[in-house]
């Protein structure tokens, strides 16, 4: 059928006519023949009801994800815990996927819940429309309108379906509120409350509360002897502690330097090598990518992020491109067994962030190796 197929009717018959007869009269206008048009099952049949009930089921998931979100990002111990915690620290490590996953089924269900609406709910139809050119005129328009309302209408949801209406609002408020708590979550949870303990201050390098100073080791926890680090290398080291290989702020540049070559050693930095092997934090100043390319010949170490350089002969200070800080260095000496450790956590932040307002920022300066500072 064609627009021009559809008899005209008055203003007083188009006033008569019911919600579906002005459905069918706007999809004829738009040259749309409904085909088969209709409720999917005779409602409070025990088919209707089932769908229904399949229907809400996913929106009532949706909101217990949420609610386990909101739950879980607001009361859940977030933030770093030393190794030496034992087994509390699977606790904190479990946060950021615990959030990830119940927002992400909290929306998964959603909208699986609003396709079965679509597939179970909406009314059945098949229809078959002949393409036309141009904006639509008052009637088309009103029709439409009266359309989008007859399905509303037939789908149930103005007289009928309270489970699926009372499902979705709940499933809509809490998505909502899940949206609204990453940003008032931020306002409520203090990052500093602990002071210079807090957990932006510290590392795995701390020592423990007993004094134990942290070894350093290889991936597999291997400890490092200052015999294992080659001439001119460069070696990566983590905190020899439960987890200290995964910590993100914790990864550490050893480079042993030549013994002919000139250092200069950045100011109240005196004593932090040993020997020729100086310790750096291997996490970029400029926005926290692995600091790991390193050209022996010029001492130039290099992000390969934003190609920021450090120079390992001056401090790891910048010298070309974005990153402002040097890399933090990293106080180190030998225990008695004669294995590196450090001998205290880093002295300034490590890596990008908060720091880059002026929170813990030191001056720069720097003398050569062995003259006074
Ligand atoms: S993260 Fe290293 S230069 Fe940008």
């Given at each position: 059928?064609?627009a021009?197929d559809?008899?005209?009717?008055?203003?007083?018959?188009?006033?008569?006519?019911?919600?579906?007869?002005?459905?069918?009269?706007?999809?004829a206008l738009?040259?749309?023949?409904?085909?088969?048009?209709?409720e999917?099952?005779?409602p409070?049949?025990?088919?209707?009801?089932?769908?229904?009930?399949?229907?809400a089921?996913?929106?009532?998931?949706?909101?217990?994800?949420?609610?386990?979100?909101v739950?879980i990002?607001i009361?859940?111990p977030?933030?770093y815990?030393?190794?030496?915690?034992?087994?509390d620290?699977?606790?904190y490590?479990?946060?950021?996927p615990?959030?990830?996953?119940?927002?992400?089924?909290?929306?998964?269900?959603?909208?699986?819940?609003?396709?079965?609406l679509?597939?179970?709910?909406?009314?059945?139809e098949?229809?078959v429309?002949?393409?036309?050119?141009?904006?639509?005129?008052?009637v088309?328009?009103?029709?439409?309108?009266?359309?989008?309302?007859d399905t509303?209408?037939?789908?149930?949801?103005?007289?009928r379906?309270?489970?699926?209406?009372g499902?979705?609002?709940?499933?809509?408020?809490?998505?909502?509120?899940?949206?609204a708590v990453?940003?008032?979550?931020g306002?409520?949870?203090?990052?500093w409350?602990?002071?210079d303990?807090?957990?932006?201050?510290v590392?795995?390098?701390?020592?423990?509360?007993?004094?134990?100073?942290?070894?350093?080791?290889?991936?597999d926890?291997t400890?490092?002897?200052?015999?294992?680090i080659?001439?001119?290398?460069?070696t990566?080291?983590f905190?020899?502690?439960?987890?200290?290989?995964?910590?993100?702020?914790?990864?550490?540049?050893?480079?042993r330097?030549?013994?002919d070559?000139?250092?200069?050693?950045r100011?109240?930095?005196?004593?932090?090598?040993?020997?020729?092997?100086y310790?750096?934090?291997k996490?970029?100043?400029?926005v926290?990518?692995?600091?790991s390319?390193?050209?022996?010949?010029?001492?130039?170490i290099?992000?390969?992020?934003?190609q920021?350089?450090?120079?390992?002969f001056?401090?790891a200070?910048?010298?070309f491109?974005?990153?402002?800080?040097?890399?933090p260095?990293?106080h180190?000496?030998?225990?008695?067994?004669?294995y590196?450790?450090?001998?205290?956590?880093f002295?300034?932040?490590?890596?990008?962030?908060?720091?880059?307002?002026?929170q813990?920022?030191?001056?720069?300066?720097?003398?050569?190796?062995?003259?006074?500072?």
């Open positions: 059928m064609s021009n559809v008899p005209e009717i008055t203003e007083e018959e188009f006033a008569r006519m019911t919600r579906e007869e002005k459905a069918r009269h706007g999809a738009d040259g749309v023949d409904l085909v088969e048009y209709g999917r099952y005779v409070g049949s025990p088919a209707d009801k089932h769908a229904e009930r399949s229907v089921k996913w929106f009532l998931l949706t909101a217990l994800f949420g609610a386990a979100f739950v990002f009361v859940w977030a933030g815990k030393d190794a030496y915690s034992g087994d620290q699977i606790i490590a479990l946060y950021t615990l959030i990830g996953l119940t927002l992400g089924l909290a929306l998964l269900c959603f909208g699986i819940g609003i396709i079965a679509a597939k179970k709910i909406a009314p059945h098949v229809a429309q002949q393409r036309h050119q141009g904006m639509s005129d008052e088309s328009r009103q029709t439409l309108g009266a359309e989008v309302m509303v209408d037939k789908m149930g949801m103005v007289k379906r309270s489970a699926i209406k499902s979705l609002a709940l499933a809509g408020g809490v998505v909502g509120i899940a949206a990453p940003i008032l979550g306002l409520i949870k203090n990052p409350e602990k002071g303990q807090s957990d932006l201050w590392t795995p390098w701390a020592p423990a509360a007993d004094g134990t100073k942290v070894r350093m080791a290889q991936v926890g400890p490092v002897r200052p015999e294992d080659p001439a001119g290398s460069l990566t080291v905190p020899g502690v439960p987890g200290g290989a995964k910590a993100s702020d914790a990864a550490v540049m050893l480079f330097l030549r013994s070559a000139t250092v200069m050693i100011d109240g930095q005196d004593g932090f090598e040993y020997g020729d092997i310790a750096y934090s996490i970029c100043t400029h926290g990518c692995p600091v390319l390193y050209e022996q010949q010029t001492g130039r290099l992000c390969p992020c934003h920021s350089q450090f120079d390992v001056d401090g200070r910048p010298v491109g974005p990153a402002t800080r040097p890399l260095q990293l180190i000496g030998i225990d008695d067994e004669g590196l450790i450090a001998e205290s956590d002295i300034e932040p490590v890596g990008p962030g908060f720091w880059e307002s002026n813990g920022s030191r001056p720069w300066g720097s003398h050569p190796k062995g003259s006074e500072s």
